[in-house]
């Protein structure tokens, strides 16, 4: 049996408490005989699939707002203390770059807006 990987954790944490899925066990009598294994690595995976998708809008949202600030800013790269930002504007993506001690993590987002979208809301 394969070992699972250790998943790398954010400084920060989701505030909403994760909704589990109702598990129910077999009744006496039943015909129709579960295979519990199954079940409960099917309910396993639609849990953490639900914490994915919900983080994907998380992420979603934080890349437009940094996507926002850079243009605001008028930057095209930003480069501090390990952190690394470089908005590509043929593809209208932020790449970020954040090291640590033996990390090296780069994240590629494309934006949903346009500049001329993201100029109008910050009212360039």
Avoid: C, F, W
């Avoid at 934080?62 to 043929?90: A, D, F, P, Q």
């Amino acid at each position: 049996m394969a070992t699972k990987k250790k998943s790398k954790t954010s400084p920060k944490k989701s505030t909403t408490k994760t909704k589990r899925i109702p598990r129910q066990d077999a009744l006496p009598g039943m015909g129709d005989s579960k295979i519990a294994a199954i079940e409960t690595a099917a309910l396993d995976y639609a849990e953490i699939r639900d914490k994915r998708q919900e983080l994907t809008g998380q992420e979603s949202s934080l890349k437009k707002e940094l996507l926002t600030l850079m243009h605001k800013l008028g930057k095209t790269e930003y480069k501090r203390n390990g952190i690394s930002v470089k908005v590509v504007t043929e593809e209208e993506t932020v790449k970020v770059r954040v090291k640590e001690e033996s990390d090296d993590t780069e994240i590629t987002v494309k934006a949903e807006k346009s500049p001329e979208d993201v100029a109008e809301a910050v009212g360039a």
